[in-house]
T-cell receptor, first 112, second 114 residues
Framework: GENVEQHPSTLSVQEGDSAVIKCTYS??????FPWYKQELGKGPQLIID??????EKKDQRIAVTLNKTAKHFSDLHITETQPEDSAVYFC??????????FGTGTRLQVTL | EAQVTQNPRYLITVTGKKLTVTCSQN?????MSWYRQDPGLGLRQIYY???????DKGDVPEGYKVSRKEKRNFPLILESPSPNQTSLYFC?????????????FGSGTQLSVL
């Protein structure tokens, strides 16, 4: 089945800097890659998603890039980070088993 | 307000004492699902339901039961909880269960089994 790996597990950046979270997936047939943000005490919330026929998608300070070469990865980029970006971020992928598999999560801390 | 509501938020129990975690959504979604979140393991699916009276196993169904008698409710039942079921649980729903659909999550239930 699909195996989704996410790095790093924790990430600390200064306010205003950029943050990049990397996600790799094993199933070359995966075609949908959402990213969820989980704030403290809340459930995950979809922040951006990308489909396999698109290389990059942006939404204000958030962008996701997709590379479907042999390595198969989806990266989340957050620019001009702010304290409210502090959260746990999950990538996910939909594989041939027709199910959504989540990564292990990245705890992002934005320091002042 | 469109939301998924879970109760309770926190629960401490002892091994073997049956418990139920409730989940309700007000968006008329057909698809509902339960996940557990553990450090280093991410979100793993326990059970899901495509519609009323239709349920199926996820990746980690052992020790859990679910039911879907009404469209809006999807309770998670632990008949005989064990310490390895100590975890953070999330209920989620989506419109029809399509693979590319947005999932709406509840706020979570932190369960401790002593």
């Amino acid at each position: 089945g699909e195996n989704v790996e996410q790095h790093p597990s924790t990430l600390s950046v200064q306010e205003g800097d950029s943050a990049v979270i990397k996600c790799t997936y094993s199933d070359s047939a995966s075609n949908y890659f959402p990213w969820y943000k989980q704030e403290l005490g809340k459930g995950p919330q979809l922040i951006i998603d990308i489909r396999s026929n698109v290389g990059e998608k942006k939404d204000q300070r958030i962008a996701v890039t997709l590379n479907k070469t042999a390595k198969h990865f989806s990266d989340l980029h957050i620019t001009e980070t702010q304290p409210e970006d502090s959260a746990v971020y999950f990538c996910a992928a939909t594989g041939t088993a027709s199910k959504l598999t989540f990564g292990t999560g990245t705890r992002l801390q934005v320091t002042l | 307000e469109a939301q998924v509501t879970q109760n309770p938020r926190y629960l401490i129990t002892v091994t073997g004492k049956k418990l139920t975690v409730t989940c309700s959504q007000n968006m008329n979604h057909e698809y509902m699902s339960w996940y557990r979140q553990d450090p280093g393991l991410g979100l793993r699916q326990i059970y899901y339901s495509m519609n009323v009276e239709v349920t199926d196993k996820g990746d980690v169904p052992e020790g859990y039961k679910v039911s879907r008698k009404e469209k809006r409710n999807f309770p998670l039942i632990l008949e005989s909880p064990s310490p390895n079921q100590t975890s953070l649980y999330f209920c989620a729903s989506s419109l029809s269960g399509g693979l590319n659909e947005k999932l709406f999550f509840g706020s979570g239930t932190q369960l401790s089994v002593l």
